[in-house]
């Protein structure tokens, strides 16, 4: 994650980064990009990131987009611990400084989380 800088991660680095990962079919709308939130659209499926640099990220699409999942991963340096179905979407959350407790957390709140094992 070179091109954050300071915390902020502009539109155009995430679509490049996402690009670099070799994702062809993406976008990202700059117009929704804020310091720790940006959505775009991938293989015609619209997704959300929340992100905070080397703490969390949470990845929201109506499907899964494993592609997705991958490239982020990989700009991240980590992998998601757990995914869940909230609101119709499909939630995969990172965590690098407590995922066993955040897997907690989306238990109590009922949400069913799929814990992801380390490949």
Known sequence: METIVDGVWHWYDVLSDLKAQGLEDIEVNPLSTRPHFTSGVCNGHMFT??????????????????????????????????????????????????????????????????RIEEA
Do not use: M
């Open 49 to 114: 990131l929340t992100w905070v640099k080397d703490r969390y990220a949470l990845l929201s699409t109506p499907e899964e987009i494993p592609e997705l999942v991958s490239a982020f991963s990989e700009i991240f340096e980590y992998r998601p611990f757990a995914h869940y179905v909230l609101n119709q979407y499909v939630t995969f959350e990172w965590d690098r400084e407590d995922p066993n407790c955040r897997f907690t957390v989306l238990q109590q709140k009922g949400w069913n989380p799929t």
